[in-house]
């Protein structure tokens, strides 16, 4: 079975998934739309259909990964899609992680010293970030839902984790594919260098909490809202990647990591001394 090789697995799930985005792409741009905003709502309604027929069909019944499921429940159920409780727990970690980001983009806005709080940076026509919740939901089941867990049946867990977030990452220089120039080629290999920061610590978030719900929040929230709160006004490419890179990506991250890994020893304590006193 496909499930026994995982890393053939991986090359399989990122090649069909890259095929696609292209034919949802084309056929996007063979409808006519009346204007931009129609424009990329059909995109990502396009793109939504063709990933939830990758996701829920070819990967469960047709792949058999990240392992051979009888039900449409159970897969969805084995990914951890369907897990979201406690809830209050998973919410407390979603909304402390989230809070972490914002705190650190604001410190890195206020340093550079020209903030400004302004809504349209984050909605349309200026960006369409807001309407597409399409890469937050499907990266999300793809590299922490049946990557991770594909991974975590062959190899540790420290193992896993960096495993697929270095395939998260690097699967982001595909994106050269639609633009190659220095500028373009210096921010794709920054987002490769990000991406994998954060595959580690949303895929940390679906081990603690056993749930992928806080990792598509917060990659939702990522994508959407990063640049209302760190903006950096200025023309050259290498001072805002060093910005982001510090203060909306790594610095926010390990702190994120050593965070959840607090509440989650403290939480662990409490529940062994509830047992003990019983």
């Keep these: 079975m496909l499930s026994d090789k995982p890393i053939l697995s ?37 793109k939504f259909l063709f990933w939830c027929i990758l996701v829920f069909v070819i990967v469960p019944f047709g792949y058999r990964l990240p392992k051979k ?5 159970g897969y969805v159920g084995g990914i951890r899609l369907t897990t979201y409780k406690p809830f209050s727990r998973i919410l407390f970690y979603t909304i402390s992680c989230y809070c972490i980001f914002v705190i650190f983009q604001l410190i890195g806005s206020l340093i550079y010293g020209q903030y400004e709080f302004n809504i349209s940076r984050v909605i349309p026509p200026q960006t369409f970030a807001l309407l597409d919740f399409n890469a937050g939901l499907f990266e999300e089941i793809m590299f922490r839902g049946i990557i991770l867990t594909l991974l975590l049946s062959h190899f540790t867990e420290k193992k896993s984790l960096w495993i697929s977030a270095l395939f998260f990452g690097v699967v982001h220089y595909a994106n050269l594919l639609e633009e190659f120039n220095y500028e373009f080629i210096l921010y794709t290999t920054a987002q490769v260098a990000w991406a994998i920061g954060m595959g580690l610590l949303w895929g940390y978030l679906v081990i603690k909490t056993n749930s992928l719900v806080p990792g598509i929040i917060l990659h939702y929230l990522s994508n959407a809202l990063d640049s209302l709160w760190l903006y950096i006004p200025t023309s050259s490419i290498e001072i805002a990647l060093i910005y982001k ?34």
């Excluded at 499921?69 to 429940?73: A, D, K």
């Excluded at 990591?257 to 047992?275: E, P, T, V, Y």
């Design 69 to 73: 499921y009888e039900t449409f429940r």
């Design 10 to 46: 991986i090359l399989f799930l990122i090649a069909t998934n890259l095929i696609i985005l292209v034919v949802a792409n084309a056929i996007s741009l063979l409808i006519p739309a009346i204007n931009q905003i129609a424009s990329q709502v059909i995109q990502i309604i396009i």
């Design 245 to 278: 890179l510090s203060f909306a990506k790594f610095i926010p991250i390990i702190i994120s990591i050593l965070w959840i890994a607090f509440i989650s020893n403290r939480s662990k304590k409490a529940n062994s001394n509830s047992f003990h006193k019983f």
